[in-house]
């Protein structure tokens, strides 16, 4: 079945640590985004890209980086300079064709030791 | 700037007891309006899109309609398993690379 694989489920940073989520899709989707959720929020968008090779900085770019060498994959690095770094990450997909619904994994659970 | 409100943040009802959810939302040019629906410690599973005032979509318990101003998620008969957080969000025509604005949620519970 087509979807979203996002992993690890969980993972502990260190402080000073950098540390990178994985995002894989096999839907065939040009874009891909990357979203923060805390409690009582709404999703907030990280970074996001509409084709290989390209991408842009979302509301909350700060201390996290992304690339995106494949289409089925686009890695969140969140680093040392993310401050304040728990929180529920979300990776989503969809085709550039204007109005078309996001699709999302399962999410990594990011926690400070 | 896009935004999107929700209300009630919490809501709780009797199975059977029906009502509804509303969105809120300014937008430049509204290019789609989203639903979801989030169970603890999932993804978002996509509901409905709705793209123009009038316009209503329906799936088993659920129906979205739409105003040029909110959306309305009507829960008709709700059971147990409706019970879940609720997501809208909006993509505006005038925004780069078909983004979202998401509202914070309502949390529904639905007890027997």
């Known amino acids: 079945d087509g979807g979203i694989t996002q992993s690890p489920k969980y993972l502990f940073r260190k402080e000073g640590q950098n540390v990178t989520l994985s995002c894989e899709q096999n839907l065939n989707h040009d874009a891909m985004y990357w979203y923060r959720q805390d409690p009582g929020q709404g999703l907030r968008l990280i970074y996001y890209s509409q084709i290989v090779n390209d991408f842009q900085k979302g509301d909350i770019a700060e201390g996290y980086s992304v690339s995106r060498e494949k289409k089925e994959s686009f890695p969140l690095t969140v680093t040392s300079a993310q401050k304040n770094p728990t929180a529920f990450y979300l990776c989503?997909?969809?085709?550039?064709?204007?109005?078309?619904?996001?699709?999302f994994g399962d999410g990594t659970r990011l926690s400070i030791l | 700037e896009d935004q999107v409100t929700q209300s009630p943040e919490a809501l709780r009802l009797q199975e059977g007891e029906s009502s509804s959810l509303n969105c809120s939302y300014t937008?430049?040019?509204?290019?789609?309006l989203f639903w979801y629906r989030q169970d603890p410690g999932k993804g978002p599973e996509f509901l409905f899109t709705?793209?123009?005032a009038g316009e209503e979509k329906e799936k088993e318990r659920l129906k979205a309609t739409l105003t040029k101003k909110e959306s309305f998620l009507h829960i008709t008969a709700p059971k147990p398993e409706d019970s879940a957080t609720y997501l809208c969000a909006v993509q505006s025509a005038k925004e780069y690379g078909n983004k979202l604005v998401f509202g914070a949620g309502t949390i529904l519970r639905v007890k027997s």
């Open positions: 989503a997909s969809n085709s550039r064709s204007a109005g078309q619904p996001q699709h």
């Open positions: 937008v430049s040019g509204l290019r789609g």
């Open positions: 709705l793209y123009s």
